[in-house]
């Protein structure tokens, strides 16, 4: 059986290395998390959230699905934002989209990928409501495209989320941010759709 054995010994010399710039590190982070940021991203391994922020661990909480895609009914997501923003408090939700995403890709194409065509969909909304703008592109135009305009999207389905309704009802200062990272190059690129209250949800639509 395969153990995963030079996973334990990377892991033990991650350990070390941190433990050897900062003894307490470890035990003073496992009394608390008090993360600022909510991070909803791709699952794609080269998107990693920590690393990409280059925050160690402790400074973001992360959810991540195939082309970070906020749907109202998705529990999963609804859960990690409800505990981020009540108990947690964080101030910043961003959403993470990245070019050359294969999920976006897929939904660009109409070939069959099974179940995960479900999921696609959508995607394929977004680009249904933004097929003025896509129509004429070029192909790698229109992935790019489509890439950030899944992220502003995404970033209007948070802001209507019943957990970010009521954190602003509340008067909490949460802000919303949309950005999309560059596979070829490791470079954030902020979509300037950043939304902090009901005011500029509404505006931005
Ligand atoms: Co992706």
């Not at 010994?9 to 998390?33: C, G, H, M, T, V």
């Not at 981020?84 to 194409?109: D, R």
């Amino acid at each position: 059986m395969n153990k995963l054995t030079h996973l334990f010994d990377r892991n033990l010399a991650w350990a070390n290395k941190i433990k050897a710039e900062n003894p307490d590190f470890f035990s003073q982070l496992s009394k608390q998390q008090a993360p600022e940021y909510l991070w909803i991203g791709c699952s794609d391994s080269r998107v990693a959230a920590n690393q990409i922020i280059n925050l160690p661990p402790g400074e973001v909480f992360v959810h991540r699905n195939i082309a970070n895609v906020v749907v109202h009914s998705d529990l999963n997501c609804l859960s990690v934002m409800h505990f981020a923003v009540e108990v947690l408090k964080v101030k910043h939700i961003i959403v993470c989209g990245h070019y050359g995403c294969g999920g976006i890709k897929a939904a660009l194409e109409n070939e069959e990928h099974g179940l995960i065509d479900n999921w696609l969909c959508h995607i394929k909304d977004v680009r249904r409501f933004h097929a003025d703008k896509l129509k004429g592109l070029e192909y790698k135009a229109q992935l790019d495209l489509l890439c950030e305009l899944n992220v502003i999207e995404q970033v209007k389905n948070v802001g209507n989320s019943t957990v970010v309704q009521n954190a602003w009802r509340n008067g909490e200062n949460l802000t919303i941010h949309g950005w999309v990272y560059g596979l070829e190059n490791g470079i954030l690129k902020d979509l300037n759709t950043s939304i902090c209250s009901n005011e500029e949800l509404e505006n931005d639509s």
